[in-house]
């Protein structure tokens, strides 16, 4: 029961990544608000969390990248439980295109989700957590696109290079107020998506040097961590969890 009783917001959650985290974290002692853009999909992650008699997990709908909705989310949670411990920006998307024709509106798209959602949510919850007094963490997650070009994400590989640089820049805003903040970068990782692909495992397995892609438990580990109490003096780092694919790098194309 590490996290028991800490209050912890986590975005992009209704399956895959975010959902393993919230799970992990509930099972732990948290309470956790569950948040995903898809009203149908948050809640049905929060009642598979709470199956298990965890009764832990709050489904919260909405758009992650949506300031408005953001500030909501952070107001009703601290209304509900008053604090907020940690904060989870999990949320982002992946709009495939090729540079020469990309279009404005998928730019806009990535930028507001992938930066616009984790910063907002960083600054809500980041002043929330200095009027407590008692500090707190924000966790980003990146993408090993932001370490390594990959064909046709572009934009999604910039905005994920630029999450670990916010990362960065805010330790000069908020260590004064006992907040840590990290990124995770996660490279190849099985989820409900990726299986979809007949042919995503058998690449990467070839692809990666530990010999499989991760799987969403190697992502939660890595996530647990820097919200834990046992990487309080860590801050304004990113921790690349691929099984060491960027340090050789071999083209899926």
């Not at 960083?122 to 997650?141: I, W």
């Not at 932001?146 to 290079?161: E, R």
């Not at 860590?234 to 340090?247: E, K, R, Y």
Request: one cysteine or more.
């Amino acid at each position: 029961m590490k996290f028991k009783e800490q209050v912890a917001i986590v975005t992009g959650a209704g399956q895959g990544i975010g959902f393993e985290i919230c799970r992990r974290l509930a099972l732990e002692g948290a309470l956790v608000i569950l948040n995903d853009v898809d009203e149908n999909l948050t809640q049905a992650a929060a009642n598979t969390i709470n199956e298990d008699g965890i009764n832990k997990c709050i489904p919260f709908a909405g758009d992650a990248g949506d300031a408005i909705f953001i500030q909501n989310m952070v107001d009703e949670t601290v209304e509900r439980f008053g604090k907020i411990d940690m904060v989870i920006a999990n949320a982002g998307i992946t709009l495939f295109g090729d540079f020469f024709t990309y279009s404005p509106e998928s730019f806009s798209r990535v930028l507001q989700v992938n930066l616009g959602g984790t910063f907002f949510l960083a600054q809500a919850a980041a002043n929330q957590m200095r009027k407590q007094l008692t500090g707190g963490s924000l966790l980003f997650t990146s993408s090993v696109t932001g370490h390594q070009a990959h064909k046709d994400l572009a934009v999604y590989g910039m905005t994920k290079a630029a999450l670990e640089m916010l990362a960065k820049n805010l330790v000069i805003e908020v260590s004064k107020y006992k907040i840590n903040v990290n990124t995770i970068a996660p490279g190849a990782t099985l989820t409900e998506r990726t299986l979809n692909d007949p042919g995503y495992e058998k690449i990467w397995s070839e692809l990666t040097p530990m010999g499989r892609p991760a799987t969403v438990a190697d992502i939660a580990n890595a996530a647990l961590f820097f919200v834990s109490e046992d990487a309080k003096h860590i801050t304004g780092q990113s921790l690349i969890v691929d099984g060491g694919w960027t340090c050789i790098s071999p083209s899926p194309f």
